[in-house]
């Protein structure tokens, strides 16, 4: 019985080595294949930058052959643009039932010996005690 437990412990150690070797190669070719897009990328980029080049000077000469015309330039000054509207971000509630929940979920499946029912059970209790706790934050807030 000793000698099944150490084969199965044994291949358990092995296969565990050759998926972290396969993760690995896995990551390396995943990262080559971004770096050959890069490339590409860079590649399209340069030659739009060539041609864009190339019709500049075409434009240039053209111009330097053409007849002189008269340019007609109107100065009006737009009217300063209004400031944006600050951003409103999370409400101290809704900060606080987040972080409520996340919290309680931790602590219930770690208390609980049924794991998920005890992380649902501690995440709903973290989250009214934080959404609670964020209320008397944004009310003391609209006080000030």
């Not at 900060?95 to 794991?115: F, P, Q, R, Y």
């Not at 059970?121 to 609670?132: F, N, P, T, W």
């Amino acid at each position: 019985m000793k000698t099944l437990y150490l084969i199965v412990f044994s291949f358990a150690i092995i296969s565990c080595q050759n998926q972290g070797k396969m993760d690995i190669q896995k990551a390396k070719q995943a990262s080559i294949d971004s770096m050959k897009v890069e490339i590409n990328k860079q590649k399209v980029i340069d030659s739009m930058k060539t041609e864009m080049a190339k019709v500049k000077e075409e434009n240039e000469k053209a111009q330097a052959e053409a007849v002189p015309q008269k340019v007609v330039v109107v100065n009006q000054q737009a009217p300063a643009a209004a400031a944006a509207p600050k951003k409103k971000g999370w409400s101290s509630t809704a900060k606080g039932a987040v972080i409520g929940a996340g919290v309680g979920a931790v602590t219930g499946a770690i208390i609980s010996k049924k794991k998920g029912e005890g992380a649902i059970i501690g995440g709903l209790a973290g989250a009214g005690v934080g959404a609670g706790t964020g209320a008397i934050i944004d009310g003391k807030k609209k006080k000030e």
